[in-house]
């Protein structure tokens, strides 16, 4: 008490002491031989420094928070001997780490610079603990209070009450470690020196994607050293190559990606902040790179990732298309395609190297001769590559995406040159180079074009001659032919084929060892076989590829013959096992004869690989049992299941912060390696705390994500509603038109009792349909037109709300998984592979509404079936149903409120201007739907009335959350990679961390197992 009258006095002495503190920063710009790069303001050079940052304030702010920072300066002043933590901030050398933690305790960023001579080790280690203190603090200085389901707190502006931006949270993790002084000044140099020498800019005509391009390349400096290094590193030690074929990646953004797995996001954030600049402005700037319709190319994604993580030797083989999955439009409710021109402003990440442009042979014909079949009179393609880094996480791996661009020859079309049309002769060029021009847009549906035959075969011819490059190459940088013998190719390479999109590889690896390498056709099939592996991601009979044989024949015709040859083979090794079973023989062979003659891919698939795996335990029977019947009783060991799973760091560190650092403060920091680690959770399940913060850092993400659907769609959300959630493809099997059935349902239930408890909900619908795809166009627009009489009902309110979420990419999902209540996985069981958005939803505190479909079956079995609401039919009652003959009418006539919700959209109720307007949707539900929307809909409105009922009770819902998050171990894509590594592949995952380039190259040697390669 004695102390309380100097406190006036201690306050003048703190505003001196202060003021000091500033000016005596403001001198150590000015003078010429202390200043550094953080210190330069004038906007000349493009510099800016914290006191310009803090100038840019308003006046007010200004003298608000240094009045504040002097009041609680004084106080602390008053009990630092009793505060231990503040001590240390506080007792640095020459007392400048005071002024670094009172800028800690405000939440400001800590003036940037360079050591100064005086300060010693001790003074440093007080301002990053300071910054570490003032980065793990966030959350308790910002964001709501969540006090009960459907109430907010909003506290005093003083508490600055609000939900947090993702810079914010990321600065409360601890995960990524503490910012260090001389980190952020580097990257603020880094990031300086692009934006004048890559980029040639100044602060005065900049813009802010410049600024993200600097910031990209900054970041992309960090990758170069280790990704040179890796590959150095596997060309010394040798190891098997794993090599990923797929035709679609769906990467997403890189930016954030790379920043987490490098371990330098809080370094960068502190850094952008001190140059004046929005972080989470910059990353909204790049470009989703839209390689992939849906969850194909995402899985191949996130198993690059993993690949990487886990120190396996792997590249990722696919076309850079120039044109992605389109953008889609909601215009009047319908859906538009845009092209996605995602390399307009250029691509920061890639590498192109023409050094390694290989030919590509197309058309001419085959002759036999003395030696051989010879492939001639051929139009040559050029594959350029351009290679993208995938790092790892924080072991300094990074392996390489190399993705493949159509170039013609200079002597493309040289007969029209010869006759003077060299106009025509240049334009003709784009025919050439169309193969990497644009996606197919089309998810479980094939589409027999010539122009995507021609992109299966050009990956896959110029990926295997770059594989076999590599493989005779015999050290890093060589381009000797070393390994002229093909007996080892197996024990050093292992191509994986994700789906029968790749399935050419298999006559291609064996014309290039037959014809080329001149190896006899026994040894070259056994190769074949040893090397080649085949995932299965559909049962859908229409998604299935089958080309016709005069495509073939035209395109590639000894490709042809070669398939003619593994038949034959093929088909008499069965007859010598069932003789006279002529039915077998057509159901095994690789050729369809009925009708127009086809290639069946995935039998020539099965037929050419040692291994083939479903991507979830019900789809891996269903392909065993059904679809592949007879060549899994042939050889049953070659049937495998490999669960599909997500990368952790995009699908929780990356998108979930503020749940990632709650989760490490309660269970350690390894589990972003070892996801299995999550069981640990099942500890705090009863915890009222734990279950508090887990319900806020929920409710922060739906403020956050209803602000921004407030922003983009002009409806005002209710942050308090269950976030009802449906993204993914738009296709009749995934069942949207069940969902659009229940909203029906809900609207018709409030219109009819408008003061009966009715537990609000925002129903978020999302996904493309495939531009020729007729019925689900038609289900975006009956969504579109049910929405609009629904959020403009105002019997409705805000009880419930419909938003269709237009171009539904990598990046959006990112916003709405964190934010989302109730997950909807409601496909007919049976349909649907695996599906990886239900293990993204699951990791981020979502609960699952579902039937027992794809991975659907292994979430239940891993969290208790009590813990998601399973309804509908299961694989056998639909089977069931077939046999018995599934009649809509009976459901129609036998359930009210569905006729009532049928009767409205066939009426016109949702389309006045147009009432036959959804004719065909009707038509189609009463007499073509091989999927039984009406079958599974009384469950499905019963088992909505379970998820109401429990939502209304905060803690059993959390409790739930809790559970769910605790059994999504199993299904990272770690685990999945591991599995096909060991089961598959045959090599073993490595923990071994390579030496950053600023350590000697031999480093890890002694780290190695056995001296053998990662």
């Given at each position: 008490m004695g102390h309380i009258p100097f406190i006036p006095a201690l306050h003048v002495c703190s505003l001196g002491w202060f003021l000091n503190f500033w000016r005596a920063a403001a001198a150590h710009c000015q003078d010429p031989a202390q200043r550094t790069a953080s210190c330069r303001g004038d906007g000349q050079g493009g510099w800016v420094s914290p006191s310009s940052a803090w100038a840019g304030?308003?006046?007010?702010?200004?003298?608000?928070?240094?009045?504040?920072?002097?009041?609680?300066?004084?106080?602390?002043?008053?009990?630092?001997?009793?505060?231990?933590?503040?001590?240390?901030?506080?007792?640095?050398?020459?007392?400048?780490?005071?002024?670094?933690?009172?800028?800690?305790?405000?939440?400001?960023?800590?003036?940037?610079?360079?050591?100064?001579?005086?300060?010693?080790?001790?003074?440093?280690?007080?301002?990053?603990?300071?910054?570490?203190?003032?980065?793990?603090?966030?959350?308790?200085?910002?964001?709501?209070?969540?006090?009960?389901?459907?109430?907010?707190?909003?506290?005093?502006?003083?508490?600055?009450?609000?939900?947090?931006?993702?810079?914010?949270?990321?600065?409360?993790?601890?995960?990524?470690?503490?910012?260090?002084?001389?980190?952020?000044?580097?990257?603020?140099?880094?990031?300086?020196?692009?934006?004048?020498?890559?980029?040639?800019?100044?602060?005065?005509?900049?813009?802010?994607?410049?600024?993200?391009?600097?910031?990209?390349?900054?970041?992309?400096?960090?990758?170069?050293?280790?990704?040179?290094?890796?590959?150095?590193?596997?060309?010394?030690?040798?190891?098997?190559?794993?090599?990923?074929?797929?035709?679609?990646?769906?990467?997403?953004?890189?930016?954030?990606?790379?920043?987490?797995?490098?371990?330098?996001?809080?370094?960068?954030?502190?850094?952008?902040?001190?140059?004046?600049?929005?972080?989470?402005?910059?990353?909204?700037i790049e470009e989703d790179a839209g390689l992939g319709n849906g969850g194909l190319g995402r899985l191949a994604a996130c198993f690059l990732d993993s690949?990487?993580?886990?120190?396996?030797?792997?590249?990722?083989?696919?076309?850079?298309?120039?044109?992605?999955?389109?953008?889609?439009?909601?215009?009047?409710?319908?859906?538009?395609?845009?092209?996605?021109?995602?390399?307009?402003?250029?691509?920061?990440?890639?590498?192109?190297?023409?050094?390694?442009?290989?030919?590509?042979?197309?058309?001419?014909?085959?002759?036999?001769?003395?030696?051989?079949?010879?492939?001639?009179?051929?139009?040559?393609?050029?594959?350029?590559?351009?290679?993208?880094?995938?790092?790892?996480?924080?072991?300094?791996?990074?392996?390489?995406?190399?993705?493949?661009?159509?170039?013609?020859?200079?002597?493309?079309?040289?007969?029209?040159?010869?006759?003077?049309?060299?106009?025509?002769?240049?334009?003709?060029?784009?025919?050439?180079?169309?193969?990497?021009?644009?996606?197919?847009?089309?998810?479980?549906?094939?589409?027999?074009?010539e122009l995507r035959l021609k992109q299966e075969y050009f990956v896959v011819a110029a990926t295997l001659q770059d594989i076999i490059r590599r493989f005779k190459a015999s050290k890093f940088g060589s381009t000797d032919s070393v390994r002229t013998v093909f007996d080892s190719f197996p024990d050093q390479v292992a191509i994986q084929l994700n789906d029968t999109h790749p399935a050419m590889a298999i006559p291609e690896l064996m014309r290039v060892f037959v014809d080329i390498e001149k190896l006899p056709w026994n040894k070259a099939w056994d190769i074949t076989k040893r090397t080649f592996a085949y995932t299965n991601h559909t049962v859908l009979p229409e998604a299935l590829e089958r080309w016709p044989v005069d495509l073939v024949e035209k395109l590639l015709p000894r490709h042809l013959q070669i398939i003619y040859e593994i038949n034959q083979r093929h088909l008499d090794y069965i007859a010598s096992l069932f003789p006279n079973d002529v039915d077998r023989l057509r159901r095994m062979s690789l050729i369809e004869e009925g009708g127009t003659k086809r290639i069946n891919m995935a039998h020539l698939c099965i037929v050419g690989s040692h291994a083939v795996n479903g991507v979830a335990k019900i789809h891996s029977e269903i392909v065993k049992a059904q679809v592949f019947r007879d060549f899994a009783a042939l050889e049953p060991e070659k049937f495998q299941n490999k669960t599909n799973g997500i990368t952790p760091r995009r699908w929780l560190l990356l998108c979930n912060p503020g749940l990632a650092e709650l989760i490490a403060e309660k269970i350690g920091e390894d589990y972003v390696r070892d996801l299995s680690l999550l069981t640990k959770l099942h500890e705090f399940v009863d915890d009222d705390l734990f279950i508090r913060e887990v319900a806020k850092v929920k409710q922060e993400n739906k403020v956050k994500f209803a602000l921004y659907l407030e922003k983009e769609y002009k409806v005002k959300i209710n942050p308090s509603s269950m976030f009802d959630v449906h993204v993914k493809r738009i296709h009749e099997y995934k069942r949207q038109l069940m969902n659009c059935l229940h909203i029906i349902t809900m609207y018709n239930r409030i219109r009819r009792d408008p003061a009966k408890l009715f537990v609000p909900r925002t129903v978020i619908i999302g996904g493309k349909a495939a531009p020729g795809y007729h019925m689900a166009k038609m289900i975006i627009k009956l969504i579109n037109a049910v929405g609009h009489v629904v959020n403009n009902d105002p019997v409705?309110?805000?009880?419930?709300?419909?938003?269709?979420?237009?171009?539904?990419?990598?990046?959006?999902?990112?916003?709405?998984?964190?934010?989302?209540?109730?997950?909807?996985?409601?496909?007919?069981?049976?349909?649907?592979?695996?599906?990886?958005?239900?293990?993204?939803?699951?990791?981020?505190?979502?609960?699952?509404?579902?039937?027992?479909?794809?991975?659907?079956?292994?979430?239940?079995?891993?969290?208790?079936?009590e813990n998601l609401f399973i309804f509908g039919m299961r694989v056998e009652d639909v089977m069931e149903l077939d046999r018995e003959g599934y009649n809509a009418h009976e459901y129609y006539d036998q359930l009210p409120e569905l006729k009532q919700a049928i009767d409205q959209i066939k009426s016109g109720f949702f389309s006045p201007d147009e009432p036959d307007l959804f004719k065909d949707v009707v038509n189609m539900l009463f007499h073509h739907d091989r999927f039984k929307v009406f079958a599974d809909y009384e469950a499905y409105v019963k088992c909505q009335e379970k998820v109401s009922e429990l939502y209304l009770n905060s803690k059993a819902w959390t409790k739930m959350v809790i559970k769910n998050i605790a059994a999504a171990g199993k299904f990272s894509s770690d685990r999945t990679i591991k599995e096909y590594a060991q089961d598959i592949w045959h090599v073993e995952p490595s923990d071994l961390k390579i030496p950053p380039p600023n350590e000697p190259r031999d480093a890890a040697e002694d780290k190695t197992p056995n001296g053998t390669a990662a």
């Open positions: 304030r308003p006046a007010g702010q200004q003298w608000r928070w240094l009045l504040l920072g002097c009041v609680w300066f004084s106080f602390a002043e008053l009990g630092r001997e009793s505060a231990p933590g503040w001590k240390a901030c506080a007792g640095t050398a020459g007392g400048r780490g005071r002024g670094v933690a009172l800028y800690a305790q405000l939440s400001y960023p800590c003036p940037q610079e360079e050591p100064e001579a005086g300060q010693d080790s001790a003074g440093q280690a007080a301002t990053q603990l300071c910054l570490g203190r003032r980065l793990r603090g966030a959350r308790s200085q910002l964001g709501s209070n969540t006090t009960s389901r459907g109430t907010v707190e909003q506290a005093s502006p003083a508490g600055m009450s609000r939900p947090l931006s993702d810079q914010e949270r990321r600065k409360q993790i601890s995960i990524r470690g503490i910012v260090g002084a001389e980190s952020v000044a580097e990257l603020k140099r880094g990031f300086n020196r692009h934006l004048h020498f890559t980029l040639v800019k100044d602060r005065n005509v900049a813009t802010p994607r410049d600024y993200y391009f600097a910031l990209a390349h900054t970041v992309r400096d960090h990758l170069v050293g280790r990704w040179i290094r890796t590959q150095q590193y596997y060309y010394e030690k040798d190891p098997k190559r794993i090599y990923y074929l797929s035709l679609e990646f769906y990467m997403g953004r890189t930016l954030q990606n790379t920043m987490i797995n490098l371990g330098l996001q809080n370094a960068c954030d502190e850094a952008i902040y001190q140059l004046g600049l929005d972080m989470e402005e910059l990353e909204e690949m990487a993580t886990l120190g396996l030797a792997a590249y990722g083989y696919g076309i850079r298309y120039e044109y992605g999955i389109f953008n889609q439009k909601i215009r009047d409710g319908w859906q538009v395609e845009e092209a996605d021109d995602w390399l307009r402003h250029g691509n920061p990440w890639e590498k192109a190297r023409p050094e390694y442009m290989l030919p590509v042979h197309f058309y001419g014909r085959v002759e036999h001769t003395a030696t051989g079949a010879k492939w001639v009179d051929t139009q040559v393609v050029l594959a350029l590559p351009y290679d993208t880094p995938v790092p790892g996480y924080m072991n300094n791996t990074v392996n390489t995406m190399r993705l493949w661009s159509a170039r013609a020859p200079n002597d493309f079309n040289l007969r029209d040159f010869n006759v003077g049309d060299y106009i025509q002769a240049v334009l003709d060029r784009n025919l050439a180079e169309n193969i990497s021009r644009v996606l197919y847009p089309n998810d479980n549906f094939f589409e027999g074009k409705v309110g805000s009880k419930l709300k419909v938003i269709f979420l237009e171009n539904y990419r990598v990046s959006l999902a990112e916003k709405v998984i964190p934010a989302t209540d109730l997950s909807e996985q409601i496909s007919t069981a049976g349909t649907e592979a695996s599906g990886t958005g239900n293990m993204k939803f699951m990791l981020n505190g979502a609960l699952t509404i579902g039937t027992m479909d794809g991975a659907n079956v292994e979430m239940a079995e891993e969290a208790g079936e």
